[in-house]
């Protein structure tokens, strides 16, 4: 089975940064998209960034700009760098792993944002 282990989470202040790796072992399709997602209280989970093995991105709007997703084939890791952070950053973000047949997420590492 595919495990998903995230890194990087924790307080930050408004306009700092962080960076989030998140690293999958197990069986792991060489084929795959990895990515991250957020989820506020009392808000939908949403897509931040996604990458694909060759390097095809995809960003949310709010975060194209501020935000660079970024991977190593050889570590299967994926990693999320967040610049200038903003109060409505704050949120859980997860780590996802997506093959053609398997979706796998991370337990979710903590980010919060100081205003």
């Known amino acids: 089975q595919v495990q998903l282990v995230e890194s990087g989470g924790g307080l930050a202040q408004a306009g700092g940064s962080l960076r989030l790796s998140c690293q999958a072992s197990?069986?792991?399709?060489?084929?795959?998209?990895m990515g991250w997602y957020r989820q506020a209280p009392g808000k939908e989970r949403e897509l931040v960034a996604t990458i694909t093995t060759f390097g095809g991105t995809i960003y949310a709007t709010s975060a194209r700009g501020r935000f660079t997703i970024s991977r190593d084939n050889a570590k299967n890791t994926v990693y999320l760098q967040m610049n200038s952070l903003k109060p409505e950053d704050a949120a859980v973000y997860y780590c996802k792993l997506a093959t053609a047949h398997n979706d796998y997420w991370g337990q979710g590492t903590q980010v919060t944002v100081s205003s």
């Open positions: 197990g069986s792991i399709f060489s084929a795959n998209v």
